[in-house]
């Protein structure tokens, strides 16, 4: 049952002072949506997979983005969302 349900990531990112554009740019290319933010972090990105394996893929695609300072992830819990 578990193999069925899409698993959900949230991935807060932090960049270097004024690297936002080039950094964004980098993110668009990996994660399924993201999203400028006002406060502590840079950015939010989403991130989507039918298993542990593509989330973790994607995360280590995120950190390999030049000027990225720092990441933050929030992992969903997949069983919660079943209908």
């Known amino acids: 049952m578990l193999s069925k349900l899409l698993f959900t990531a949230f991935v807060l990112v932090n960049c270097a ?7 964004l740019s980098g993110l668009k290319h990996v994660v399924e949506e993201v999203q400028g933010t ?9 991130i989507q997979g039918q298993d542990m394996t593509v989330i973790e893929k994607t995360l280590s695609d995120i950190k390999k ?4 300072s720092h990441t933050t992830t929030i992992h969903t819990i997949p069983e919660q969302n079943k209908d």
Request: aromatic share 20%.
């Open 38 to 46: 006002y406060g502590i972090f840079d950015f939010v990105c989403k």
């Open 65 to 68: 983005i030049q000027h990225i």
């Open 17 to 23: 002072n004024n690297w936002e554009q080039e950094v």
